[in-house]
DNA sequence: CATACGTGGAC
DNA sequence: TGTCCAAGTAT
């Protein structure tokens, strides 16, 4: 819960910034107009599209859902596979597993509509600490703290915090619900988030134009550019594979799913050999027996957490030949585009194609 | 708590 | 070309 306003200091700073967003608010595809009342569902989809994503990306798939899923039960209704071919390009495939499981929970269990808490939502999968803030701020307007990487810039900076995420954090947080106001929780909660992004930017930080350029301690200090600080991550190691493009006569090639679990999960591929610093016995790895030729092709691909190299490897098949599994499935070139194929799989299609 | 989990754009 | 990063979550 907020604090009180007890301080005309903390008021302010409060008031200057949702007059600056009153002026200077970006117009969102999924932000209500003044006066407009949100729509959780709404809210609620585009908080997960956005998770670790631009905006600019988010905007065609957000449109591309609410055209096919008006509303949370279509969204529920609708299979599984569906929702992951729509999600296809987007990255991080757990939130499109989660997406559709969120809306089965709330269209089934709990009458259709989100709950207006952040513990309520909390519950619910895919909804992780910062968007339960972020749906009871937003479209509830209850007053919780919404705590992004940009609120997280934004206040590192505002009070120098020169500890290195994500020891910060805590002290971000609290930071951050110190401010949040009992009125108007859901504006300021997009009012930082939209300072972060246009005003406190990572680099060529523009304080100039800042509301809260007077208070802000990391300038008074100079150290803002360099908020906030971070704690080294690993290094991307390089894998290498193999992957198998199968064309038989009738113009159909071999796409498989992939499990449920992990890397790209529930989302179909080319058959490869497995993704390792090196290729042992490809042949013995292969979808089924045939005479390989090395197309002499190669796609990169660069993961979060490991960059990958993947030579191409193709063969021709009659036109009766079998799937060799039930998890592969023979699919015309033609009807590639509209597969849940992620990314790195349409580089190997754009290839051979 | 550290790690797994995508992608495309900016510099 | 390589690195960073963008409205994080699950385990």
Same mark, same amino acid.
Not at 39 to 46: A, E, F, G, T
Not at 101 to 112: D, N, R, S
Not at 184 to 197: N, T, V, W
Not at 331 to 339: A, C
């Given at each position: 819960m907020a604090e009180q306003g007890l301080s005309p200091r903390r008021d302010g700073?409060?008031?200057?910034?949702?007059?600056?967003?009153?002026r200077h608010r970006r117009d969102l595809p999924w932000r209500?107009?003044?006066g407009e009342t949100p729509?959780?569902?709404?809210?609620?989809?585009?908080e997960i599209m956005l998770q670790q994503t631009t905006v600019a990306t988010v905007g065609t798939y957000y449109r591309k859902f609410l055209e096919l899923w008006p509303t949370v039960?279509?969204?529920?209704?609708?299979?599984?596979?569906?929702?992951?071919?729509?999600?296809?390009?987007?990255?991080?495939?757990a939130r499109a597993r989660n997406l559709h @499981?969120?809306?089965?929970?709330? !269209?089934?269990?709990?009458? #259709?509509r989100f709950p207006d808490s952040e513990e309520g939502l909390r519950a619910l999968p895919g909804i992780g600490p910062y968007t339960a803030g972020a749906i009871a701020a937003i479209a509830f307007d209850r007053p919780a703290a919404a705590v992004d990487g940009n609120v997280e810039r934004v206040m590192t900076r505002l009070y120098a915090i020169e500890t290195p995420l994500p020891d910060a954090k805590p002290e971000i947080r609290s930071r951050t619900l110190a401010l949040v106001p009992e009125r108007? @929780?859901?504006?300021?909660?997009? !009012?930082?988030?939209?300072? #972060?992004?246009t005003i406190c930017t990572p680099k060529r930080l523009n304080c100039m134009i800042c509301p809260w350029t007077e208070d802000c301690a990391g300038r008074k200090s100079g150290i803002a550019d360099g908020l906030p600080r971070k704690k080294e991550k690993a290094e991307r190691p390089r894998r290498k594979g193999i992957a198998f493009w199968v064309e038989r006569q009738d113009g159909r090639v071999l796409l498989r799913e992939r499990p449920d679990k992990g890397l790209l999960g529930g989302m179909m591929e080319i058959p490869s050999t497995e993704w390792a610093a090196s290729v042992a016995r490809p042949e013995v790895q292969a979808p089924l027996d045939a005479k390989w030729t090395r197309t002499g092709k190669r796609i990169e691909h660069t993961f979060t957490h490991f960059h990958l190299e993947l030579d191409i490897w193709s063969t021709r098949v009659l036109a009766d030949t079998d799937v060799p599994d039930k998890s592969a499935r023979w699919?015309?070139?033609?009807?590639?585009?509209?597969?849940a194929l992620p990314s790195v799989m349409r580089k190997i299609v754009d290839q051979m194609r």
């Open positions: 700073k409060i008031h200057r910034l949702l007059a600056w967003y009153d209500a107009r003044p729509d959780p569902y709404h809210v609620w989809l585009s039960e279509t969204l529920a209704a609708a299979p599984r596979e569906d929702v992951l071919k729509a999600w296809a390009g987007l990255g991080y495939y @499981a969120c809306a089965k929970v709330v !269209a089934e269990e709990l009458g #259709g108007r @929780a859901g504006d300021f909660a997009q !009012a930082l988030m939209d300072l #972060g992004a699919v015309h070139k033609s009807e590639l585009d509209s597969e």
